[in-house]
């Protein structure tokens, strides 16, 4: 596909999906991204005239449609290094139409199509299926962790507790995402002699070992849940989160997948001898 080919719309899991421009489009998207935040009107994560803004500037605005209807929206922008990176900013989707598989697939072919090699974005590293998709699905790595990196979000899916994110990045030609496309997943190594450094002990956060070669790193079923049920274990999972990984990956540690839907794999830092 050439760049001049990308404005067509592609189909992608029955989905099509294409960039989008008119006012009408990007208001769509403006009331899908307040439905699945939950944010109140005028206060969804990305409004019409930033969008407007983005997508007359040349950089990612897309949406995904089912029969015609917006199930998922992506805004990215062009990031430094000039020329070899887009950060992607926001993506919606309604559940149980693969809108953000599909949506990210574009957005790797939009990418690629300008000679970029690479797209990053950022997730809240305590949400499982988040880091299952990002991780094993797409073969993104987190690279670093931000702690408290939007400030106070009182939204639905936030729920008032500190923003900390994953930086994610996706290397478009790594194998991990070559097998993505072509819906391919790869197997995780996780040695036999692998220590816990985080895991669930009664709902809470139980830190273990930090000192072995390789790392697993446990995150709680549903942090959304404890979040509306238990504030203070959800306080608890965010603390230990960001000592355990954040700590981890401070000190140059490599997460190398994330095993069993359940954890991420982390591989430390060794001294060159």
């Known amino acids: 596909m050439s760049a001049l080919?990308?404005?067509?719309?592609?189909?992608?899991?029955?989905?099509v999906v294409r960039e989008l421009h008119e006012l009408h489009e990007l208001e769509?998207?403006?009331?899908?991204?307040?439905?699945?935040?939950?944010?109140?009107?005028?206060?969804?994560?990305?409004?019409?005239?930033?969008?407007?803004?983005?997508?007359?500037?040349?950089n990612y605005v897309a949406g995904a449609f089912e029969d015609g209807r917006l199930v998922g929206a992506?805004?990215?922008?062009?990031?430094?290094?000039a020329g070899e990176a887009l950060h992607s900013h926001v993506t919606g989707a309604l559940p149980g139409r693969r809108a953000g598989l599909a949506l990210k697939l574009h957005q790797r072919r939009w990418a690629l199509d300008r000679g970029l090699r690479r797209i990053t974005w950022t997730y809240d590293p305590l949400v499982r299926r988040n880091a299952h998709f990002n991780l094993t699905k797409?073969?993104?790595?987190?690279?670093?962790?931000?702690?408290?990196?939007?400030g106070a979000m009182d939204d639905v899916i936030n729920g008032g507790d500190d923003t900390d994110r994953a930086l994610i990045a996706w290397e478009l030609n790594d194998a991990a995402a070559i097998a993505a496309v072509e819906s391919r997943l790869l197997p995780v190594t996780v040695p036999d002699d692998a220590a816990t450094a985080l895991s669930v002990r009664d709902g809470l956060?139980?830190?273990g070992r930090l000192d072995d070669a390789t790392l697993i790193v446990e995150v709680p079923p549903d942090i959304e849940g404890l979040r509306r049920t238990d504030p203070g274990a959800a306080k608890a999972w965010r603390l230990a989160m960001r000592e355990v990984l954040g700590g981890l990956l401070a000190d140059g540690a490599r997460v190398t997948g994330f095993h069993?839907?359940?954890?991420?794999?982390?591989?430390r830092a060794t001294d060159a001898t």
């Open 5 to 15: 080919d990308v404005q067509a719309p592609a189909t992608q899991h029955g989905l």
């Open 28 to 58: 769509g998207a403006n009331a899908l991204f307040e439905t699945i935040w939950g944010s109140s009107p005028g206060s969804s994560p990305m409004g019409v005239e930033q969008m407007r803004a983005l997508s007359h500037a040349g």
């Open 74 to 81: 992506s805004v990215a922008f062009f990031a430094a290094p």
């Open 138 to 150: 797409l073969g993104g790595r987190p690279v670093e962790y931000l702690t408290s990196f939007y």
């Open 205 to 207: 956060p139980a830190v």
């Open 260 to 267: 069993d839907r359940s954890s991420y794999v982390v591989a």
